[in-house]
């Protein structure tokens, strides 16, 4: 940062010197195009990728063939597995909102990033001395052929503590590492503020990359028994990933934390109520801001005043006695544009996150009865038999090359079409995103369609091929790269700087919620389906029922969310921060 002008009312602003956390203070605009970091940038956010993707891997070596364990290991049957995954899986993105507060409040990002990861290196390597010790009996057991003896309470308890750990771990450092990463960029600099924009794509395709070799070669092994080492090897890249992380320590960009916002919001809404008869000016005067060059919240920039949610101004809005008072405010009374406006800008982003929680209904189902639909097609080609859990390749792939084309092609094309340099804006992503997961439901309900009418009478299984599922597999990447990288973006740029993990958990929380309600949906489906001689939408075999049913259910619900969501999108205003861009035109307009 160089110079910053600080709104006192609608037209009155100070001029001030800022410094630079990296280059100490700036003395002019020319120095503020040239300004760079000594620290950060590309270097250091290359290595905060190689260790999202061995994150990624580690968790994945986990997830993607959880169902599989569940139904082969412990001996769940199908609902109940797919429902047990969607609320680990829901879980451990909730857990992201814990990494973000945390990081937000009081750790910072590095520190909660190192705590989060040692706590999922814990929970793999407990899985994995419990799966070793414990769960897989006889030795190699759960491969579809050699049956595992029923584990004990004790096995049990200590499958879900380990899972959950690794919960916790990998929920808590998933918001923190993205925001982290985007921190290694100064957005006073055009070229590293475009970098930064650059890094979430990038970003979603790490977490790709590093979950293709679970999605393949970890889940061959553990389809044909070898689950041990496959947990083993997990363990082996989360650790190696921490290492990798330690080693950048001295080249890391950092932003100190910017306090407890739950007080933050708290004290604009008591401070509302109290002032609920006061009349809110008009144009914004009279609004209350502290003087100087930062805000009232430690680290973050200021907000102009929006005409958004006007009830809430009441929160700053100075009566006579403050007006002409000396001695401190008390913040549970008086709040200024900034703390008002940071609050504001949570209550606009809502509703387009609750939009994005159908689509995260839309990708639970590859982890769960994507799966399930592929391990009763034909799998087996000559002696070699494909791990179901393996179609989701196909899906890592097709964000793998979506992500490249949409880099090198859609952004210049888009670009010149619309003249956003960023091509199409998050918003308008997310809603692509959005129409084409609904399309890859409708495409597994036909792949189902048809696996049903090849099913092998008095077996679970089909001679349908498995490669049918390709399309809904490619059809999910390729919403992926438009939904949750847009989601990333849309989300940290949103949130106040006080907030900024926290708008990046808010995408891992609509998966959250997303597979808890996939999971709520799968329970009223069968309650409503399986009555009596009927075996329901979502039988334990699957040949005698109608999983097509159930995704053309989603792609519906999908449907109407996706209308929902063009009315938000249209209402949706975005965050308007005191940025140096802004303050470049704004040096020569000062008026006292």
């Known amino acids: 940062m160089a110079l910053e002008l600080i709104g006192i009312g609608p037209q009155k602003f100070i001029l001030s010197k800022v410094e630079d956390v990296n280059k100490g203070p700036v003395e002019n605009e020319g120095e503020l195009k040239s300004l760079t970091t000594t620290k950060g940038g590309w270097k250091s956010a290359n290595l905060l990728l190689v260790n999202q993707s061995l994150a990624t891997l580690a968790f994945f070596g986990v997830a993607v063939n959880l169902v599989l364990f569940l139904t082969k290991v412990l001996h769940y049957d199908n609902a109940e597995a797919a429902n047990s995954v969607s609320k680990w899986t829901g879980t451990v993105y909730l857990f992201s909102l814990v990494g973000a507060f945390l990081s937000d409040s009081y750790w910072g990002r590095y520190l909660t990033c190192i705590i989060f990861q040692l706590i999922f290196l814990l ?32 096995g049990n308890s200590i499958f879900y503590i380990s899972i959950y750990l690794i919960a916790l771990g990998y929920g808590g450092y998933q918001p923190t590492i993205a925001t982290f990463g985007a921190d290694q960029f100064n957005e006073a600099d055009p070229i590293q503020g475009h970098s930064k924009t650059a890094f979430f794509c990038y970003f979603y395709f790490a977490l790709n990359a590093g979950s293709l070799f679970s999605n393949t070669i970890l889940v061959y092994f553990e389809d044909r028994g070898h689950w041990v080492m496959g947990f083993w090897a997990s363990a082996a890249a989360a650790a190696i990933g921490i290492l990798l992380f330690c080693f950048g320590t001295h080249g890391y960009r950092y932003l100190k934390p910017c306090g407890n916002p739950l007080t933050r919001v708290a004290q604009v809404f008591v401070a509302t109520f109290k002032k609920w008869n006061v009349t809110v000016p008009s144009g914004g005067v009279k609004l209350y801001e502290v ?238 389906t399986a009555r009596g001689d009927s075996p329901g939408w979502i039988p334990i075999n699957l040949n005698f029922g109608h999983l097509d049913r159930f995704y053309f259910l989603i792609s519906a619900l999908a449907a109407v969310d996706f209308v929902a969501y063009l009315f938000c999108a249209k209402w949706y205003k975005c965050i308007n921060l005191e940025s140096e861009k802004e303050m470049r035109w704004k040096i020569n307009l000062m008026t006292f």
């Open 291 to 528: 003087e100087g060059s930062e805000s009232s919240i430690r680290g973050s920039r200021k907000i102009l005043h929006s005409e958004d949610f006007r009830f809430l101004d009441k929160a700053a809005t100075m009566t006579e006695p403050e007006l002409h008072r000396q001695t401190p405010f008390d913040p549970w009374r008086l709040c200024t544009i900034t703390q008002v406006e940071e609050v504001k800008c949570i209550m606009k982003i809502l509703p387009i996150w609750l939009c994005t929680i159908i689509y995260s209904v839309i990708f639970t189902q590859m982890a769960s009865l994507f799966v399930e639909q592929g391990d009763v097609m034909k799998c087996k080609f000559g002696n070699f038999r494909l791990p179901a859990a393996s179609m989701s390749a196909f899906d890592i792939m097709s964000v793998l090359i979506f992500t490249l084309v949409y880099r090198q092609l859609l952004i210049p094309v888009t670009g010149k079409l619309t003249g956003n340099p960023k091509g199409l804006t998050e918003l308008q992503r997310m809603g692509i995103g959005l129409f084409i997961g609904m399309l890859a439901m409708v495409a597994a309900g036909i792949t189902e369609i048809e696996r049903r009418k090849h099913a092998i009478p008095g077996v679970e299984s089909s001679s349908l091929s498995v490669f049918w599922q390709i399309p809904q597999y490619i059809l999910v990447g390729a919403s992926e790269v438009f939904m949750y990288v847009a989601q990333l973006d849309f989300f940290n740029t949103q949130a106040p700087d006080g907030l900024k993990s926290f708008g990046s958990s808010l995408c891992m929380t609509s998966i959250s919620l997303g597979n808890y309600a996939s999971s709520m949906l799968v329970n009223m489906v069968v309650a409503v």
């Open 123 to 154: 929970g793999l390597v407990l899985l994995s001395f419990s799966s070793w010790l414990v769960l897989i009996k006889p030795n190699g057991c759960g491969d579809g052929f050699l049956q595992c003896t029923p584990t004990s309470l004790v």
